[in-house]
């Protein structure tokens, strides 16, 4: 089974087209991502306008080379999936759009894919992962723990109520004059800084629950930042290592309540899986590491390349819905809101149709 996969959810315009075997292996045949973070650094952030007019401009040709690079024709593939959501709603319609009008002329089925889905089933493309398992996702976007029972079963264990991880690490290099993305500048200054230096809260500390809250830290740091002002460059990476020392402590006794919770509710889970941009922190990998061994669990941690957006998760994602008669209609809908319980195996989804008829 061959499928085309189209990720425009964020700042990266991406396709790929995977392929899955029978045995539920997986091979990618080619991987293509553009990514627009040179449009948007001046900004310190993504701007929603700027994105979904650079998706626009370079899709089309960014499918072409994928399908280039994997020396296929149309007829050759099985399916077009594409992320419908959750993201900034002017890319997932350009991306959804895209992949509707080619699935519609080529005559293959559509599966519009949940972005958060195609992390959390990455780690069965690269690792043959068994469900269940613990998946920690933590990206610019999105901080989630998640329970992956299965293809379409997803039980969010736990989430931030404010800023996500790596949004709290881009503010942080925001705010003291290092570029985007803020992550890998934050850790670069924080290797030759005192972590120590700065006492910075650890929100959220011993709840039971597995929930996240970052914005308090990140005021914290401001505040921390504006007394010492103006800052040298030692004063930015003690600042900076302060805050990443903060962060590890609040991922590790974030992830260790959801590790709790997941084996109260699901027995231990296969693996600890890790994804998103965040995960190439080695500071927070180290982290993901000890608990893992805690509980008893493989760490998984996917390659850069697939851990951060790309085309190929979308499109393992189509392969594993498509492998169980998953596909959507034509008028599916783009939605920038879709959190991953939401996101059903098709039983679950029929009878919830139903019932609202
Ligand atoms: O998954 P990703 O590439 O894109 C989405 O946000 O969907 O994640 C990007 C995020 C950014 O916020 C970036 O600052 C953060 O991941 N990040 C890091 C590191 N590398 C990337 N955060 C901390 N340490 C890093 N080394
Ligand atoms: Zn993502």
Same mark, same amino acid.
């Given at each position: 089974?061959?499928?085309?996969?189209?990720?425009?959810?964020?700042?990266?315009?991406?396709? =790929?087209?995977?392929?899955?075997?029978?045995?539920?292996?997986?091979?990618?045949?080619?991987?293509?991502?553009?990514?627009?973070?040179? &449009?948007?650094?001046?900004?310190?952030?993504?701007?929603?306008?700027?994105?979904?007019?650079?998706?626009?401009?370079?899709?089309?040709?960014?499918?072409?080379?994928?399908?280039?690079? !994997?020396?296929?024709?149309?007829?050759?593939?099985?399916?077009?999936?594409?992320?419908?959501?959750?993201?900034?709603?002017? #890319?997932?319609?350009?991306?959804?759009?895209?992949? %509707?009008?080619?699935?519609?002329?080529?005559?293959?089925?559509?599966?519009?894919?949940?972005?958060?889905?195609?992390?959390?089933?990455?780690?069965r493309?690269?690792?043959?992962t068994a469900f269940p398992y613990?998946?920690?996702?933590?990206?610019?976007?999105?901080?989630?723990?998640?329970?992956v029972r299965g293809v379409?079963d997803?039980?969010?264990?736990?989430?931030?109520?404010?800023?996500?991880?790596?949004? =709290?690490?881009? %503010?942080?290099?925001?705010?003291? #004059?290092?570029?985007?993305?803020?992550?890998?500048?934050? &850790?670069?200054?924080?290797?030759?800084?005192?972590?120590?230096?700065?006492?910075?809260?650890?929100?959220?500390?011993?709840?039971?629950? !597995?929930?996240?809250?970052?914005?308090?830290? %990140?005021?914290?740091?401001?505040?921390?930042?504006? %007394?010492?002002?103006?800052?040298?460059?030692?004063?930015? *990476?003690?600042?900076?290592?302060?805050?990443?020392?903060?962060?590890?402590?609040?991922?590790?006794?974030?992830?260790?309540?959801?590790?709790?919770?997941?084996?109260?509710?699901?027995?231990?889970?296969s693996?600890?899986?890790?994804? /998103? /941009?965040? !995960?190439?922190?080695?500071?927070?990998?180290?982290?993901?590491?000890?608990?893992?061994?805690?509980?008893?669990?493989?760490?998984?941690?996917?390659?850069?390349?697939?851990?951060?957006?790309? /085309?190929?998760?979308?499109?393992?994602?189509?392969?594993?819905?498509?492998?169980?008669?998953?596909?959507?209609?034509?008028?599916?809908?783009?939605?920038?809101?879709?959190?991953?319980?939401?996101?059903?195996?098709? &039983? /679950?989804?029929?009878?919830?149709? *139903?019932?609202?008829?």
């Amino acid at each position: 089974m061959i499928v085309l996969g189209i990720e425009t959810t964020c700042d990266e315009t991406a396709a =790929a087209v995977v392929e899955r075997f029978e045995d539920g292996s997986g091979n990618i045949l080619s991987n293509v991502v553009l990514s627009q973070a040179r &449009e948007h650094a001046a900004f310190g952030g993504v701007v929603p306008e700027i994105a979904a007019r650079a998706h626009v401009e370079v899709l089309d040709v960014i499918i072409a080379n994928a399908m280039t690079q !994997a020396g296929l024709r149309y007829d050759a593939i099985d399916g077009v999936a594409a992320a419908a959501g959750p993201g900034l709603i002017g #890319g997932v319609i350009v991306g959804l759009t895209t992949a %509707k009008a080619i699935a519609l002329v080529q005559n293959k089925p559509l599966i519009a894919v949940n972005h958060l889905e195609a992390h959390a089933l990455t780690a069965r493309l690269t690792d043959q992962t068994a469900f269940p398992y613990c998946l920690f996702l933590a990206s610019g976007g999105h901080t989630q723990i998640v329970a992956v029972r299965g293809v379409g079963d997803y039980v969010r264990l736990g989430t931030t109520q404010d800023d996500a991880i790596g949004e =709290a690490f881009d %503010k942080t290099a925001k705010l003291l #004059g290092l570029g985007y993305p803020g992550g890998p500048q934050v &850790e670069k200054e924080a290797a030759r800084g005192n972590a120590t230096r700065f006492t910075l809260p650890r929100p959220m500390h011993g709840r039971k629950d !597995a929930d996240f809250s970052l914005s308090g830290l %990140k005021t914290a740091l401001r505040l921390e930042a504006e %007394k010492i002002a103006p800052l040298t460059d030692q004063d930015v *990476a003690d600042l900076c290592a302060s805050f990443q020392q903060a962060v590890v402590d609040v991922v590790f006794d974030r992830l260790r309540s959801g590790l709790l919770l997941f084996r109260a509710r699901f027995g231990t889970p296969s693996a600890l899986v890790a994804a /998103g /941009g965040v !995960a190439a922190n080695h500071a927070i990998r180290k982290v993901l590491i000890r608990l893992a061994f805690e509980v008893g669990a493989t760490l998984v941690v996917p390659p850069p390349d697939l851990c951060t957006d790309n /085309g190929a998760m979308i499109a393992w994602a189509g392969c594993e819905r498509l492998a169980l008669g998953l596909t959507d209609s034509l008028d599916v809908a783009p939605r920038a809101r879709w959190p991953l319980d939401e996101v059903a195996a098709a &039983e /679950g989804a029929r009878r919830r149709t *139903a019932a609202y008829k």
